[in-house]
């Protein structure tokens, strides 16, 4: 497989052997999926502000992301591009800003996560997904076999640990942080325009880590971490749902830029359209505390529903007013699904379209 590699940012410094290893578990995945020589990817490392404008534009999602990959519709026009031999898969874009606090997070250091991501996202590229439980647990197979390869995998990390079998402790690259050259306040969204050559990318073909984390990606911690105090404060307040008509218990919390935590319950009334849902309880909570559309990161909303608990059109709606880009539909065991607002509620009514 050919892979077309470009360093499209400045604030990481990248070390040569990260590049390497990138390069060998992506042809790792080449190799185990029998993809020609003919076969092209091309792989892009960006700066969060990059990738934040490509997750916006492409995914309606407001903040940076980890990896996109943008899978090429070949039928559209693979002449134009390689000539008819060539099988063009499509573009991974990585923020390598991202990898580095990520690799941090996780504990295995920038190297392995710089892998990871790009290995996960060939996988998508190639057609798996993690939609399901099902569709999940065989890319997570494919990703291990991959990273095993390389020496990488799940199983030689947690060998790193010094747990068992040390003798494979040289295997897994645990590496040093590169160095990150701070930029603030000087960033430049240069490579947004450099890395469109694709022409036909389109918003169904792009896949992000989005999910994983939430669903219990091993080692994943960060987001995994407010999530989880997101979720503990929405069980405890739906404690105190008023549902005697229903016996419906519903949670909700909010999360703020600024790092606030918000949570709402359900209020039942005896003129029925008159209860109010959790999510809008958490909602409004928020905003009688001066929070403004734009300022809400995050829902999380759970009640004890069989598969997770879906938010209601109502709700959407003033999702959609406060402009809140993340939503965690969760149920009290613990089962999580993460969506973005535009797939929840798209062609949503917006203040612009009145103003
Ligand atoms: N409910 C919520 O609180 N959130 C939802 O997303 C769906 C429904 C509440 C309203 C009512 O108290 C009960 O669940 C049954 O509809």
């Given at each position: 497989m050919k892979i077309i590699f470009s360093d499209d940012q400045d604030e990481v410094k990248v070390p040569k052997e990260a590049v390497a290893l990138l390069k060998q578990g992506l042809q790792a995945v080449a190799r185990l999926h029998k993809l020609s020589a003919k076969t092209e990817v091309s792989v892009s490392l960006v700066n969060d502000e990059v990738i934040h404008v490509l997750n916006k534009d492409y995914r309606g999602i407001d903040r940076p992301t980890d990896v996109l990959s943008f899978a090429l519709?070949?039928?559209?026009?693979p002449q134009e591009i390689g000539g008819p031999e060539t099988h063009l898969l499509g573009d991974i874009i990585i923020s390598a800003e991202t990898a580095v606090r990520q690799g941090r997070e996780y504990g295995h250091g920038f190297n392995r996560e710089l892998v990871y991501l790009g290995v996960h996202s060939l996988l998508h590229l190639l057609g798996y997904d993690h939609m399901n439980k099902e569709d999940k647990a065989v890319m997570r197979q494919e990703e291990e076999k991959a990273l095993q390869i390389i020496h990488l995998s799940q199983a030689d990390l947690d060998r790193s640990t010094g747990?068992?079998?040390?003798?494979?402790?040289?295997?897994?690259?645990?590496?040093a942080d590169p160095e990150q050259s701070v930029k603030r306040g000087k960033q430049?969204?240069?490579s947004a325009e450099k890395i469109k050559?694709?022409?036909?990318?389109k918003k169904s073909d792009i896949n992000d880590m989005e999910g994983e984390k939430t669903m219990g990606r091993k080692n994943g911690k960060a987001t995994d971490k407010t999530i989880k105090k997101l979720f503990k404060k929405a069980l405890k307040t739906r404690e105190n749902a008023y549902v005697p008509f229903s016996k419906f218990k519903v949670g909700a919390a909010v999360l703020t830029k600024s790092g606030d935590i918000f949570t709402g319950c359900n209020v039942e009334n005896s003129s029925f359209g008159l209860t109010v849902c959790a999510e809008r309880v958490a909602m409004f909570n928020a905003a009688a505390a001066g929070v403004r559309p734009g300022e809400i990161t995050m829902l999380l909303v759970a009640a004890d529903t069989e598969d997770v608990t879906s938010p209601c059109g109502a709700c959407r709606q003033v999702m959609a007013e406060f402009e809140i880009p993340v939503i965690v539909m969760a149920n009290v065991r613990g089962d999580m699904k993460t969506v973005s607002l535009e797939e929840l509620l798209p062609f949503s009514f917006k203040a612009a379209d009145f103003t």
């Amino acid at each position: 497989m050919k892979i077309i590699f470009s360093d499209d940012q400045d604030e990481v410094k990248v070390p040569k052997e990260a590049v390497a290893l990138l390069k060998q578990g992506l042809q790792a995945v080449a190799r185990l999926h029998k993809l020609s020589a003919k076969t092209e990817v091309s792989v892009s490392l960006v700066n969060d502000e990059v990738i934040h404008v490509l997750n916006k534009d492409y995914r309606g999602i407001d903040r940076p992301t980890d990896v996109l990959s943008f899978a090429l519709d070949e039928a559209e026009e693979p002449q134009e591009i390689g000539g008819p031999e060539t099988h063009l898969l499509g573009d991974i874009i990585i923020s390598a800003e991202t990898a580095v606090r990520q690799g941090r997070e996780y504990g295995h250091g920038f190297n392995r996560e710089l892998v990871y991501l790009g290995v996960h996202s060939l996988l998508h590229l190639l057609g798996y997904d993690h939609m399901n439980k099902e569709d999940k647990a065989v890319m997570r197979q494919e990703e291990e076999k991959a990273l095993q390869i390389i020496h990488l995998s799940q199983a030689d990390l947690d060998r790193s640990t010094g747990k068992e079998d040390p003798d494979h402790f040289a295997l897994a690259v645990v590496d040093a942080d590169p160095e990150q050259s701070v930029k603030r306040g000087k960033q430049k969204v240069t490579s947004a325009e450099k890395i469109k050559p694709v022409k036909n990318r389109k918003k169904s073909d792009i896949n992000d880590m989005e999910g994983e984390k939430t669903m219990g990606r091993k080692n994943g911690k960060a987001t995994d971490k407010t999530i989880k105090k997101l979720f503990k404060k929405a069980l405890k307040t739906r404690e105190n749902a008023y549902v005697p008509f229903s016996k419906f218990k519903v949670g909700a919390a909010v999360l703020t830029k600024s790092g606030d935590i918000f949570t709402g319950c359900n209020v039942e009334n005896s003129s029925f359209g008159l209860t109010v849902c959790a999510e809008r309880v958490a909602m409004f909570n928020a905003a009688a505390a001066g929070v403004r559309p734009g300022e809400i990161t995050m829902l999380l909303v759970a009640a004890d529903t069989e598969d997770v608990t879906s938010p209601c059109g109502a709700c959407r709606q003033v999702m959609a007013e406060f402009e809140i880009p993340v939503i965690v539909m969760a149920n009290v065991r613990g089962d999580m699904k993460t969506v973005s607002l535009e797939e929840l509620l798209p062609f949503s009514f917006k203040a612009a379209d009145f103003t």
